[in-house]
């Protein structure tokens, strides 16, 4: 079950352990009030014949089974250190779990940090993206159209005002996608936005600036999702982006074509649908100690329709995610080492 799809069934369950406590300690449930399962169960269908529309779809969506706002990026401190980072805050009506990542791009440390709101703590209004927990966590769309991110952990902190430099592009057909079997998604995403703020991570603090993107989906998908993935998020340096989400088939490892989705965003901010791409996985692979699953680390990624052939690879072996739950993905940041354009990205595995 891929990553982002495990997110329903893990708030599921919390969700009934939460449930199930609150009745063995004498709690008491209200008569209108639907258990923890069916509130998961019984969220509204995905209308795919709605319009994406902004500001509004950058708000939680009531109802939705899960939805999340997932960012990345590269920062800079003063020192000229890099560090790759990604945050991101699921939904699973109105249950919350965040998920932060900073990596050392000179020597390869990695600091992960999660917060599970099983409880329901998170102020979650319907109006607006202002989603807050306790000030120690938070998502925030600001008037002037800036996203403003605060995480803080116990090894590692962040808090980041992310500027959009281009418009909001509109992924798959209208907004829409097939994620395998899992379902559809509704999927659009800020694919250029710089950034500055403060980070810490393994005792330091430091101010840093550099630059995002946002992945922003929702939907009320299967958990039984019989497919794995491979997610790109790739920003050159002549002012262009690339998006390429690629499903596997589980038990043979085969790419599955007739689910790409993919969009080239140009200098000007245009973006483009793009299906017919390849990505290749080379001779380069890392396996991790600790779960024994093997990762490609190099790709030769050829989109004819936009005129891309290039190969990325891993700037750091081991990126390796293993949440509390036991689920593993890695999600990590790659450079692009030969072709037709220079830059780099994001790339997210699962299911290996």
Known sequence: MSMRIRILAIVTVLLVTVAIL????????????????????????????????????????????????????????????????????????????????????????????????????????????DIDIGGDWRVRLLDNGDFFIKGTGEKASLELTLRPEKDNVINGVGGYMEM?????????????????????????????????????????????AAETYDWFSLRFDDNTELM????RDTETGEVLPRYNCGTYVDENGKPTNVTDFTVEPLDRRWRSEKTGETYPLKWRVSVPRVGIDITIDALVDDQLIVDSFGGTFWEGVCGVVEGNKTGYGYVEMDGY
């Not at 430091?206 to 929702?218: A, E, F, I, K």
């Not at 390429?244 to 499903?247: G, I, Q, R, T, V």
């Open 22 to 129: 609150a009745v063995g300690c004498g709690g008491k449930k209200e008569a209108d009030e639907p258990d923890a399962k069916e509130k998961v169960t019984g969220a509204v269908e995905l209308d795919t014949g709605k319009e994406i529309l902004f500001p509004a779809d950058h708000y939680p969506h009531k109802g939705m089974g899960t939805e999340w706002w997932y960012f990345t990026g590269v920062l800079n401190n003063q020192e000229g250190e890099k560090f790759g980072y990604f945050y991101t805050w699921f939904l699973n009506d109105g249950e919350t779990l965040i998920l932060m990542s900073i990596v050392d791009l000179q020597n390869g440390n990695k600091v992960f940090e999660e917060f599970i709101d099983a409880l329901g703590e998170a102020d979650v209004p319907e109006d607006r993206l």
């Open 180 to 224: 395998s079997s899992g379902g559809t998604s509704a999927y659009y995403s800020c694919t250029r936005m710089s950034a500055d703020g403060r980070m810490s991570a393994d005792g330091r603090e430091m101010n840093v600036t550099g630059d995002s993107w946002l992945d922003r989906q929702w939907g009320n998908w299967k958990g039984e």
């Open 244 to 247: 390429l989400y690629s499903f």
